[in-house]
């Protein structure tokens, strides 16, 4: 053959290849996706909604960590890679604001998809207003209290709690009640008595906002105005650091989830202010044999806890057809049947209608108290700068914490960078 | 013109054109994004808003010069990357030394010494934050067995910028102690002899003529160890994402903060770059200083 018969074949083919219409059918939906259990679980189902569309996925999973960075680089080219995204509520300022997503209320609205049955805090904490809808609802981590029942039922702690304090030992109803047990416990029951997540940054920005919002004070007021330095917001850092220097154990302020679960899981602290799933992972016999059967979740102390959630979104800059498919999915995913499926795995509803399941409730009786701990959660503020904020909350804190400024500098100084921020 | 110009210009019009391609190739990898990067840094490129217009000039690095948290990290960065160098320096030569009298077992000390250069930074502060966790962590464990007391290695602000310069000389002094070895395994015998008949101590013997005959290899090692120290990014973010406070926040994590999770790569690449005139200034004044020592 000679050359320029290859250069025709070749020409001849790309042609042919040019001249076909885009297929639906063909659309690869390509999403970054964080390596957690709900990634998993969702992973698993995909040959069925493969099957029924025709639509194959693909999930690329990596760490929290990376992930910003990497969809950032995506969305700022003309050309997104992923198309598909799965949006933390952290991000769900920054994305809207720089124009990234596309409004999934027109999709909505031409598909009828019903949103009545989502918990209406879940949509609000991912952004939702009147006139749009950027990222719809995928699973919640609203955090609780997770503690150690045997430990409040011991006689001799009890005993102890009282002559020590004049109060029974019970589950906690205040922050201030809360810490006092904390510390009770790593003086008197050999264990830490909180296990805290102190590391700069997300882990201890978001540890702090549960203590916040249970001593009832507030990130932000009427009209978006500052209100984190107030009496209560004073309560809060206060208990959180006497929390972390008195109550936790050694090594909290570089300390992340990952390590508060394996304190936990072997035994070694009463209780940990956590994402409220986590306690299938420690009430588990066979990864944390030590608590196992021991372990109890409550709404945070005082009545509201930090509230947070993972969404769907669909970027702009990708084909219609490849959106198309992309809403086509999200509502499959989000779906009652679908959604009480992959809570019968473990997953974190955002509708309301799978904590009510009978199945579900069967398995799992504490998702009665889990739906209290999302219905009553608040939120972190959300807006473009909200992951800086958490390293700017968390260096104060973490500060704080180690007894380098006093807390009523960090707290200011979170206040004022909170305020900056806003203003930028 | 005479035949002989004529053919040196010929060759030396071929020469560039042999050094053409290799120039063109450095000009594209590592020109284009070392412009780019010097453009971002005098642009108003924000993520929030991506475009480069309109440019402001220094404006980017009097922001920087006016944050408390820059300074903080300008100067966390100088102590830890002089620390580390010196440690792996001064202990990478002991053990060069020591390994330079070995004979037969050298290969297999080598094959070892190459086990942490060859380990990626992420995996060895991974290893580490797990031997060093406070509660479980084998090393807490071991030290209070022998009854010493537990220490918050990477949580207290008074450890944790050690702790992480510990583990950075742990990883990076293999790479020293090689090339040391190298250096000295390189080094003619006969001015040793001639030592020796001349009735020098070992100890004069190493630091009238070990260490000058070293001096270039030694140089080189520091220089490159104090490039590599002062672009440290990968522990503090493994290890401490910056804290306690800001304990470990150094310059390249600063950059890094500005970036990605302040948006504004334009303060980022400002200060990347001031990072960049750093490494320069210190390599240039260095290599003057021996310049001037092999003069004089």
Not at chain 1, 394 to 405: D, F, M, R
Request: glycine content about 8%; proline content about 5%; aromatic content about 10%.
């Amino acid at each position: 053959m000679t050359l320029k018969k290859v250069l025709y074949a070749a020409a001849g083919i790309g042609a042919l290849m040019a001249a076909s219409p885009a297929n639906a059918d063909e659309i690869v939906l390509r999403a970054l996706m964080e390596d957690v259990p709900e990634t998993q679980i969702i992973e698993a189902m995909l040959p069925d909604f493969e099957k029924e569309t025709g639509i194959k996925v693909e999930f690329e999973k990596i760490g929290y960590g990376d992930m910003h960075d990497k969809l950032v680089s995506q969305l700022v080219s003309p050309q997104s890679y992923y198309n598909l995204l799965e949006v933390d509520f952290l991000w769900a300022g920054e994305f809207p604001a720089a124009g990234w997503l596309a409004d999934l209320k027109p999709f909505v609205e031409k598909s009828n998809y019903d949103l009545s049955p989502f918990i209406p805090s879940t949509l609000d904490l991912l952004g939702r207003t009147e006139d749009s809808l950027q990222i719809l609802p995928m699973y919640n981590y609203s955090m609780g209290l997770l503690y150690r029942k045997d430990l409040l039922e011991d006689p001799k702690l009890k005993e102890a709690f009282k002559a020590a304090t004049g109060k029974e030992l019970a589950v906690p109803t205040t922050l201030a009640d809360y810490v006092e047990i904390s510390k009770f416990m790593k003086a008197n029951a050999d264990v830490a008595g909180a296990a805290m997540q102190g590391q700069r940054g997300d882990p201890n920005s978001m540890e702090f906002s549960n203590y916040l919002f249970s001593a009832g004070g507030s990130y932000l007021g009427d009209g978006k105005k500052v209100t984190l330095n107030s009496p209560e917001g004073k309560v809060a850092i206060d208990l959180y650091v006497d929390n972390i220097k008195n109550g936790a154990q050694q090594g909290a302020l570089s300390a992340t989830l990952d390590d508060t679960l394996r304190l936990m899981c072997s035994g070694k602290a009463f209780s940990m202010v956590t994402y409220w799933w986590m306690l299938p992972q420690v009430d588990n016999a066979e990864k944390c044999p030590e608590v196992a059967g021991k372990v109890a979740l409550s709404v945070m102390p005082g009545g509201h806890g930090e509230s947070g959630g993972w969404g769907w979104g669909i970027p702009k800059n990708v084909t219609p057809e490849e959106q198309e498919a992309a809403w086509k999915f999200i509502q499959w995913v989000q779906s009652r049947d679908v959604s009480v499926a992959r809570a019968l795995q473990g997953h974190a509803p955002v509708r309301a209608d799978v904590y009510t399941d009978a199945k579900v409730l069967e398995k799992y009786p504490y998702y009665k108290t889990a739906q209290d701990v999302v219905a009553t959660g608040k939120s972190f503020p959300i807006f473009a700068y909200s992951a800086q904020y958490e390293d700017v909350l968390g260096t104060s804190l973490s500060q704080a914490g180690g007894g380098e400024v006093t807390t009523d500098a960090a707290l200011e100084a979170a206040h004022k960078g909170l305020e900056e921020l806003l203003a930028k | 013109m005479t035949g002989w110009k004529r053919f040196a210009e010929r060759e030396i019009r071929i020469g560039w054109g042999f050094a053409a391609p290799g120039m063109l190739l450095l000009a594209i990898v590592m020109g284009f994004p070392l412009l780019y990067a010097c453009l971002l840094s005098v642009s108003s490129y924000t993520l929030m808003k991506p475009a480069i217009l309109p440019i402001v000039g220094v404006d980017n690095f009097a922001t920087m010069m006016a944050n408390e948290r820059f300074w903080n990290a300008t100067w966390l960065t100088v102590k830890y990357s002089v620390v580390t160098v010196a440690v792996q320096f001064v202990v990478g030569l002991g053990i060069a030394l020591m390994l330079n009298r070995v004979v037969r077992t050298k290969p297999i000390y080598f094959a070892i010494l190459t086990i942490p250069m060859a380990m990626s930074p992420v995996s060895v502060a991974l290893i580490w934050r797990m031997l060093l966790q406070p509660n479980l962590g084998i090393i807490n464990h071991l030290m209070e067995t022998i009854g010493l007391p537990r220490f918050d290695w990477l949580g207290s602000p008074n450890l944790a910028l050690w702790t992480m310069a510990f583990i950075d000389v742990w990883q990076q002094m293999s790479f020293v102690i090689l090339i040391l070895a190298a250096g000295l395994a390189s080094l003619p015998r006969e001015p040793y002899e001639a030592a020796e008949v001349d009735g020098a101590r070992p100890l004069q013997q190493f630091w009238f003529l070990t260490l000058p005959m070293l001096r270039p290899v030694a140089a080189i090692t520091v220089i490159i160890q104090l490039i590599n120290e002062f672009r440290t990014y990968d522990l503090p973010y493994v290890l401490t994402k910056g804290g306690p406070g800001t304990a470990t926040e150094v310059l390249s994590f600063f950059a890094y903060r500005q970036a990605f999770l302040g948006l504004s790569i334009n303060e980022g690449a400002a200060a990347a770059f001031v990072l960049l005139v750093i490494v320069l200034a210190m390599t240039v004044v260095f290599f003057a200083m021996l310049e001037k020592r092999a003069k004089g």
